[in-house]
Nanobody, 126 residues
Framework: QVHVVESGGGLVQAGGSLRLSCAASGRTFTMYTMTWFRQAPGKEREFVAVISWSGVTTYYADSVKGRFTISRDNPKNTVYLQMNSLKPDDTAIYYC???????????????????WGQGTQVTVSS
């Protein structure tokens, strides 16, 4: 089992950058695939990015490709989401989640992940 806690959200102007962090508990962090989802007001939770347990494989939603970068530091039990060129449409609560094992086939579905954080608010002003 793993417990995850997000941090790094805040208010930023359009075009700016933020880096989110997700700190995970436990000694088996390297056995978990890690992901970021987001949920805007009145919308469903949507996939943002995912990273395999080794960090070699990453996938992104089309809406963030080229602007966001997911990475992980296994010795620190932490996953990051570097967000550049932010847009007002990126405004949402950002959630970190984990699943034990290799990257799932349907990695873009939230039901593939068993462990979720409380989320961190990101607000992008125009």
């Amino acid at each position: 089992q793993v417990h995850v806690v997000e941090s790094g959200g805040g208010l930023v102007q359009a075009g700016g950058s933020l880096r989110l962090s997700c700190a995970a508990s436990g000694r088996t962090f390297t056995m978990y695939t890690m992901t970021w989802f987001r949920q805007a007001p009145g919308k469903e939770r949507e996939f943002v990015a995912v990273i395999s347990w080794s960090g070699v494989t990453t996938y992104y939603a089309d809406s963030v490709k080229g602007r966001f970068t997911i990475s992980r530091d296994n010795p620190k039990n932490t996953v990051y989401l570097q967000m550049n060129s932010l847009k007002p449409d990126d405004t949402a609560i950002y959630y970190c989640a984990a699943t034990r094992g290799p990257l799932p086939h349907d990695y873009y579905y939230s039901n593939q992940y068993s462990y979720w954080g409380q989320g961190t608010q990101v607000t992008v002003s125009s």
